[in-house]
């Protein structure tokens, strides 16, 4: 199908968030999609809320893992299994504005675009507070977003006909920064709109609230993905943490 956008879900234990998640697509005003939801394996009820959502919608396909392997595998079952020309990206305890793939899409085809994000807010695990916008810039490139890892996960689309097939590097944790990396190290630079079209829950306990946690993971893919010196790498890192200070301030 013409310009059918694939979105890619993880699941893990996320039977209290999932529903608005998969609602929130169900929602949107662009029609052309499908959900790919994969399962690494939960305890909880997550398998069978997702399997329920998959029986009554067509365009939604649930993906049941047998052994849990991680978040970047789990994403790549998903890739793999995708029809579309484009590939969006929604974690489970985050969800979507209902006109962010309509505006998105046209921004991307209006402008020949191949990868792009959006701004994006975040917000408590209740939702009862609502945190500063992260807006999105205009454009970031490799070297930019080395100083800045400002791109939300849950914002990205990305044109596969332009890029070519690409899957998450099997890391432990950032594998979404070292992904939009390898992408722009072949020349694609990452294009901002600048609505905020997503809420990013801040789940307590999750790696993305471990803020000790992220620091280590960015360095790692400095060093270990990226293979940068040490002193390139710390050049970096400083203008990352001022950057992550201005995006809370």
Request: glycine share 2%; proline share 2%.
């Amino acid at each position: 199908m013409k310009n059918l956008v694939s979105i890619i879900t993880p699941t893990f234990n996320s039977s209290r968030y999932i529903e608005k998640c998969i609602v929130s697509v169900i929602s949107q005003s662009y029609t052309n999609w499908e959900l790919i939801l994969v399962d690494d394996d939960s305890t909880d009820k997550t398998q069978q809320i997702i399997t329920k959502y998959s029986r009554k919608f067509k365009k939604i396909k649930s993906i049941i893992l047998n052994k849990n392997s991680g978040v970047a595998n789990a994403r790549n079952v998903a890739i793999q299994n995708s029809k579309g020309r484009f590939i969006a990206f929604l974690d489970s305890d985050d969800y979507w504005h209902k006109d962010k793939l309509s505006l998105q899409l046209d921004f991307m085809i209006k402008n020949n675009f191949a990868f792009t994000f959006t701004s994006y807010q975040p917000i408590s695990n209740d939702e009862k507070k609502k945190y500063r916008i992260i807006h999105a810039p205009k454009k970031m490139n490799y070297d930019k977003y080395l100083k800045n890892t400002i791109i939300g996960c849950l914002t990205v689309v990305i044109d596969k006909e332009k890029t070519g097939k690409f899957l998450m590097p099997n890391i432990n944790s950032s594998q979404d920064m070292a992904l939009w990396l390898n992408l722009m190290k072949k020349g694609f630079v990452a294009y901002g709109l600048k609505l905020n079209l997503a809420s990013y829950r801040i789940v307590k306990g999750s790696n993305t609230s471990n803020k000790f946690k992220a620091i280590k993971d960015v360095w790692f893919v400095y060093r270990q993905h990226e293979n940068l010196n040490f002193i390139y790498s710390l050049w970096c890192f400083t203008f990352y943490v001022i950057n992550a200070i201005r995006k809370r301030i």
